[in-house]
C-alpha cells in the first residue's frame, strides 16, 4: 500500500514538472506566443528552475536546452525514485543502471511529447467547433502547425473538413505503440519492470 502511495505522488508531482518543461521548451522552439493563460503559467510553474539553468547551461541553435535537459533529468530521476520504491537494485552496475535509467528517461520523454501533442489537438479540434477565438487558440495553432502542413500538403480538406488531426492522431498513437514495446526490452537490461 505505502509503495503504490509513494509511486502515485512521485509520478503526480515529476509528471506535471516533466510536462510543463516539455511545453514551455515546444513553445519556445515552435515560437508560440506567451502572453495568454497557457503560457503564464507554464512560465510561473517553471521559472524558479529554468532561469537558474540558464546561467549555467547555454541555448543551442535556438533551442532552450537548459529547459529540455531538465525535463530529461527530472524523467530520470522519476524513474529512479519509482525503481527504488519499487526495491530494484541499481547498485551492482552504477555505471549501466545511469545510461539505462538515462535511455528509458529519453523514451519517457519521447512518450510525454507525443502525449502532449495528443492533448494539444483534441483541445484545439474542441475549440475549433464551439469557440475558435479562445485566448489560447495562437499557442495550439502554434504548436500544431508544423504536424498539420506535412499531411496538408497531400490531403486536402474533404468538403471544408481538415483531416490532418486525424492522421496526426493516428501517426502518434502508433509512435506510443512502437515505444511501449521498446521501454520493456530496455528495463529487462535493468532487471527491473517499467
Do not use: C, E, K
Request: hydrophobic share 60%; glycine share 6%.
Amino acid at each position: 500500500m505505502f509503495s503504490q502511495i509513494a509511486h502515485l505522488l512521485i509520478q503526480t508531482a515529476f509528471g506535471v514538472l516533466v510536462y510543463t518543461l516539455l511545453l514551455r521548451f515546444y513553445m519556445q522552439a515552435l515560437r508560440a506566443p506567451f502572453r495568454n493563460p497557457v503560457g503564464q503559467l507554464v512560465t510561473a510553474l517553471t521559472n524558479w528552475i529554468v532561469l537558474p539553468a540558464r546561467r549555467v547551461i547555454p541555448g543551442l541553435m535556438g533551442f532552450d536546452l537548459a529547459t529540455f535537459l531538465l525535463a530529461w533529468l527530472a524523467q530520470a530521476f522519476m524513474l529512479t525514485l519509482l525503481l527504488w520504491v519499487r526495491g530494484a537494485n541499481l547498485a551492482s552496475a552504477p555505471g549501466t543502471a545511469t545510461g539505462l535509467l538515462f535511455g528509458l528517461a529519453a523514451i519517457g520523454l519521447l512518450q510525454a511529447s507525443l502525449y502532449l501533442l495528443i492533448g494539444v489537438v483534441l483541445i484545439q479540434v474542441l475549440f475549433s467547433w464551439f469557440n475558435p477565438h479562445v485566448p489560447i487558440a495562437p499557442v495550439l495553432d502554434a504548436l500544431t502547425r508544423p504536424f498539420y502542413a506535412i499531411f496538408r500538403r497531400f490531403v486536402p480538406p474533404i468538403g471544408n473538413v481538415d483531416l490532418s488531426p486525424l492522421f496526426v492522431l493516428v501517426l502518434a498513437q502508433i509512435a506510443l505503440i512502437l515505444l511501449d514495446n521498446l521501454a520493456p526490452l530496455i528495463a529487462r537490461l535493468v532487471q527491473a519492470p517499467v
